[in-house]
């Protein structure tokens, strides 16, 4: 069964920095295209960064130079980075996997798997 646990995050001012994790279990999670979604209230759900089992990353154009996505092959374990926090990165943040990073690669279509999210909040 996939699993996907996310942790991390908390409040912070602006400026600060925090780095959410996500453990994963129950695939073979190298070979997965691995994503960090978030979602405001009242807004739709955006990608941020997805980073292939190549580890080439892309970034949403809102968090480029801002955040890292990384991951962590032999701890299953992916993670965003973000630092240089503003208060419109307010949101609940998720961690998704797909089979392959399909294009648009932010589309959450290809996403099988997703955790159950981590709340960030930034204050002005």
Not at 11 to 33: I, W
Not at 48 to 54: P, T
């Amino acid at each position: 069964q996939v699993q996907l646990v996310e942790s991390g995050g908390g409040s912070v001012e602006a400026g600060g920095s925090l780095r959410l994790s996500c453990a994963a279990s129950g695939y073979t999670y190298s070979r997965y295209c691995m994503g960090w979604f978030r979602q405001a209230p009242g807004k739709e759900r955006e990608g941020v960064a997805v980073i292939d089992s190549n580890g080439r990353t892309n970034y949403a154009d809102s968090v480029q130079g801002r955040f890292a996505i990384s991951r962590e092959i032999s701890k299953n374990t992916l993670y965003l980075q973000m630092n240089s926090l503003k208060p419109e990165d307010t949101a609940m943040y998720y961690c998704a996997a797909a089979g392959f990073c399909g294009l648009p690669v932010f589309s959450a279509r290809w996403y099988n798997y997703w955790g159950q999210g981590t709340q960030v909040t930034v204050s002005a």
